[in-house]
């Protein structure tokens, strides 16, 4: 198929920031007295911004709503700490990167990791990729699944949504790729399952970069 642009997730989709985030939180709850999680538990975690990673982490009765902040930034400081140093690029990404490149294919990331963070990260472990835009999560900013990002991305690059691929690895990325009118594709390297990306609208699914580059 022919695409003119890509709208790629970021955690579970370019990058694997499980461990770190996994970590981050978990010294959060450790200093507070609460129980921990294995790392795999964060997979069900992530997805939706670090305020809803908090609120699932936290035990029950200690999700009150005027303690969330406090949380979300104890969460942010931690993460700034451990600076990625488990994270790494999915094999097979820097050659798809440069594939679309070579395409032609304009790319751009999406996530609903916090802003900053979302571009510290793609500068540092992408630095030789252009993006024609970058945007995470902002404060009063609608977040995916909402398409309203989505959407300023293709009008400021000029591509209209049916023009664009969604690549990502969990519901709420294929949701947002229905919602805007781009095509959905599920990344299978990721945190979720098959399952819940076909509930959540993928129209195709890829099990490494390599085999969405076979299908491009």
Do not use: C
Request: charged share 25%; hydrophobic share 45%; net charge negative.
């Amino acid at each position: 198929m022919r695409f003119r642009a890509a709208l790629l997730d970021l955690d579970g989709t370019l990058l694997d920031t499980l461990s770190d985030l996994a970590e981050a939180m978990n010294r959060v709850l450790r200093r507070h007295g609460f129980r921990t999680h294995p790392v795999s538990d964060y997979k069900g975690f992530v997805g939706d911004g670090v305020e809803w990673l908090v609120r699932r982490a936290l035990p029950d009765g200690h999700r009150m709503e005027q303690d969330i902040p406090r949380f979300v930034d104890a969460m942010r400081r931690e993460y700034k700490a451990l600076d990625h140093a488990q994270t790494r690029p999915y094999p097979g990404i820097a050659q798809l990167l440069e594939a679309l490149t070579e395409r032609g294919v304009r790319l751009a990331v999406l996530s609903n990791k916090m802003d900053d963070f979302t571009k510290e990260m793609v500068a540092r472990f992408f630095p030789h990729v252009h993006f024609d835009a970058v945007v995470g999560a902002a404060p009063g900013a609608p977040v995916k699944p909402d398409p309203t990002a989505a959407l300023e991305i293709a009008r400021e690059i000029g591509i209209v949504p049916e023009d664009w691929m969604h690549l990502g690895d969990t519901a709420v990325d294929m949701k947002t790729a229905v919602a805007s009118g781009m095509f959905a594709v599920g990344a299978l390297w990721g945190f979720r399952s098959a399952e819940e990306l076909i509930q959540g609208g993928a129209q195709v699914l890829v099990r490494s970069p390599g085999a969405l580059h076979s299908f491009l």
